[in-house]
């Protein structure tokens, strides 16, 4: 069964630009959620989506935003990107999502560096 | 609101000795508590987890320690080998109302052979 799969795995832009994100999740799974990870800040949620509908969002700007496809896959997208958007964006798929989340299956994440 | 506080931030041990790590939450209606484990440019892995019914949960030569109570709860690494370096994550979270799943900022542990 293959895992949960981010694209593209390194990237590098420039201030202002946008950027998107992809992920697609494990087979069956309908839950997709997005974490930026920083050091020192470890996994900081930023949004939830479930069938389509953003269910929950982090206290993240407009700037940061996210969908998700009739087939679950979700992009995720930052515009006017800001030096301290540096960071790695992971996603995570779970079976059911909240309420009854558990277990949550990463990949491997996408790095963002913002010059 | 709610966070997750975690403890030591880096910890290093001989092979062969034991690791703790420590979490404290803030969200009282929190019931799931899952440990992650990142190895270098992989995503975080799940390695064991908890729910609020139970103080204690171990499998192979890790462990969990739960006190509702005081909102603690605690990784157990026995029998430490170099393979078990990597950054640890614990997290709250909670299997009814809104959706609140929050991390610990990680502890990298370093186990020296």
């Known amino acids: 069964k293959a895992g949960v799969t981010q694209t593209p795995r390194y990237l590098i832009k420039t201030r202002g630009q946008q950027v998107t994100l992809s992920c697609s999740p494990i087979?069956?799974?309908?839950?997709v959620s997005w974490y930026q990870q920083t050091p020192g800040q470890g996994l900081q949620f930023l949004f939830e989506?479930?069938?389509?509908?953003?269910?929950n969002k982090g206290n993240f700007p407009g700037r940061f935003s996210g969908r998700q496809f009739s087939n679950s896959r979700s992009e995720m997208n930052v515009s006017t990107l800001e030096l301290g958007d540096s960071a790695l964006y992971l996603c995570a798929s779970s079976l059911m999502g909240a309420p009854d989340t558990g277990e949550l299956f990463f990949g491997e994440g996408s790095r963002l560096t913002v010059l | 609101g709610e966070n997750v506080e975690q403890h030591p931030s880096t910890l290093s041990v001989q092979e062969g000795d034991s690791a703790v790590i420590k979490c404290t939450y803030s969200d009282s209606a929190s019931n799931y508590f899952p440990w992650y484990k990142q190895e270098l440019g992989k995503g975080p892995q799940l390695i064991i987890d908890?729910?609020?019914?139970?103080g204690e949960k171990k499998d192979q030569r890790i462990a969990v320690t739960l006190n509702k109570t005081a909102k603690h709860f605690s990784l157990h690494i026995t029998e430490t080998q170099p393979e078990d370096s990597a950054v640890y994550f614990c997290a709250a979270s909670r299997t009814s109302g809104t959706y609140k799943y929050i991390f610990g900022t990680g502890t990298r542990l370093k186990v020296l052979a």
């Open positions: 989506y479930f069938s389509e509908t953003q269910r």
């Open positions: 087979s069956g799974h309908r839950s």
């Open positions: 908890i729910r609020s019914n139970v």
